[in-house]
């Protein structure tokens, strides 16, 4: 059984950054992709982020790109999410989720197999 445990949410003021981890544990690891979603109050859960394991290949929602940066470190099996340029729109529950078989559409929730519980981002205007 794989467990994710994502670290790192709170609050910021609008134009500040933060860093979110998630750390992935199990008897047997193995993952083709990981990544980030997010679901703010009365909506959907959307795409944020996602890397493949293996080539560090990265994938952004357009609502995020230029601000976001995955990232991951295979030996530690955890995958970073690094936000700047916070605004209040990115307020939301931060799931990170595990891709275990290779996927041509790794920004699909569908895809992903595991997630962790979530943690809270707070943007203050």
């Known amino acids: 059984q794989v467990q994710l445990v994502e670290s790192g949410g709170g609050l910021v003021q609008a134009g500040g950054s933060l860093g979110l981890s998630c750390a992935a544990s199990g008897r047997t690891f193995s993952a083709y992709a990981m990544g980030w979603f997010r679901q703010a109050p009365g909506k959907e859960r959307e795409f944020v982020a996602a890397?493949?394991?293996?080539?560090?290949?990265?994938v952004y929602a357009y609502s995020v790109k230029g601000r976001f940066t995955i990232s991951r470190d295979n030996a530690k099996n955890t995958v970073y999410l690094q936000m700047t340029s916070l605004k209040p729109d990115d307020t939301a529950v931060y799931y990170c989720?595990?891709?275990?078989?290779?996927?041509?559409?790794?920004?699909?929730?569908?895809?992903?197999?595991?997630w962790g519980q979530g943690t809270q981002v707070t943007v203050s205007s």
């Open positions: 890397i493949t394991w293996s080539r560090g290949n990265t």
């Open positions: 989720a595990l891709c275990p078989t290779f996927s041509l559409r790794i920004a699909d929730a569908s895809a992903y197999e595991h």
